[in-house]
């Protein structure tokens, strides 16, 4: 199963990742708006929360610090 990130963000970004991003689907919840976007190959859920709040979850960056790098072309 892969990580999942979330952050706050803001409804100015909201509006640029909305104009950016193809919406998938939306939907009325609550006082609140879900929306599932496809933005640069990746799905993200966005809810927006009343009074202002958004929050962005996607998956999670790889870390792949640490790991050593290999080269598969060494002989």
Known sequence: MPVLEWQKISEEALAR????????????????????????????????????????????AINTKGRRKVDIHEG
């Open 17 to 60: 990742l909305l104009s950016d991003a193809e919406l998938k689907s939306s939907a009325a919840v609550g006082n609140g708006t879900l929306y599932q976007l496809q933005h640069e190959g990746q799905d993200q859920i966005v809810i927006s929360l009343p009074a202002g709040e958004v929050v962005l979850i996607r998956h999670a």
